[in-house]
C-alpha cells in the first residue's frame, strides 16, 4: 500500500483495499478500510467479505473517519499506551 497499491480514496485520509479470497479472487473477496497519514503508521479500521456488504454504508464510513479523526490525533506514547493496554492491537507484516 505504501507504493499507492489502493483501490480507492475515501477522503480523510481513509482508504479501501481489495484483498482476494482463497479460490475467489479479488472481486469475489474481502474489502477493508485503512487510515494512514504521512510519517505515521496505517491503522485497520474496518473489514468486510464482499459478499455480506455489497459497499460500505455511509454511517459505517462516517464512523471509519470519527475513529481516524481520533487516531490522528493520538502522539506516539499515546498510541503505545493504547497497544499496550489492549484496546489497539500491533500488527507487524514483514511481507
Avoid at 485497520?44 to 455480506?52: C, D, S, T, W
Wanted: net charge positive; with cysteine.
Amino acid at each position: 500500500m505504501e507504493r499507492g497499491l489502493i483501490d480507492a480514496n475515501l477522503g480523510s485520509g481513509l482508504f479501501k483495499k481489495r484483498i482476494g479470497r482463497s479460490g475467489g479472487g479479488k472481486r469475489d473477496g474481502y474489502r477493508v478500510i485503512v487510515a494512514h497519514r504521512q510519517g505515521a503508521p496505517w491503522f485497520f479500521i474496518e473489514g468486510y467479505a464482499k459478499n455480506v456488504v455489497a459497499n460500505i454504508e455511509a454511517w459505517r464510513l462516517d464512523s471509519c473517519k470519527q475513529t481516524n479523526a481520533l487516531l490522528k490525533e493520538m502522539r506516539a506514547d499515546q498510541l503505545a499506551n493504547a497497544v499496550e493496554s489492549g484496546l489497539l492491537k500491533e500488527v507487524i507484516c514483514d511481507a
